[in-house]
């Protein structure tokens, strides 16, 4: 069975950092990809960062670009996103997801709306606040 597990949110002053984790089961990262999407109250769930070993590429959105790196460890199966200078737009719940059709493509999956993907994560609740 395909499972995605989210961990690693919490509460966090602004510029503070935060690693969140998605532990993937039931497929293998060599093969697939994995996306994450945030969703803040009244809002679309947009997609965040991405990786695939597939295509060989990690995405950002421009928001995030040089604050945020996403990372993947094989050896446990986990993608990780690292969160660094946190802005008081960042909150949000940050779900992993990933796809048995668009899964091995990083440009696929960013080019998809969220309910296009097919497996996702229960989500993490990332809050920003002095």
């Known amino acids: 069975q395909v499972q995605l597990v989210e961990s690693g949110g919490g509460l966090v002053q602004p510029t503070g950092s935060l690693r969140l984790s998605c532990a993937a089961s039931?497929?293998?990262?060599?093969?697939?990809?994995i996306i994450w999407f945030r969703q803040a109250p009244g809002k679309e769930r947009d997609w965040v960062s991405c990786i695939s070993s597939s295509d060989g590429l990690t995405l950002y959105e421009d928001s995030v670009k040089g604050r945020f790196t996403i990372s993947m460890d094989k050896s446990r199966n986990t993608v990780y996103l690292q969160m660094n200078d946190l802005k008081p737009s960042d909150p949000a719940v940050y779900y992993c997801?990933?796809?048995?059709?668009?899964?091995?493509?990083?440009?696929?999956?960013?080019?998809?709306?969220?309910?296009?993907?097919?497996?996702w994560g229960q989500g993490t609740l990332v809050t920003v606040s002095s």
């Open positions: 997801a990933t796809d048995p059709v668009f899964g091995s493509s990083c440009s696929e999956m960013s080019r998809r709306h969220a309910s296009d993907l097919e497996v």
């Open positions: 039931g497929f293998e990262l060599d093969y697939r990809g």
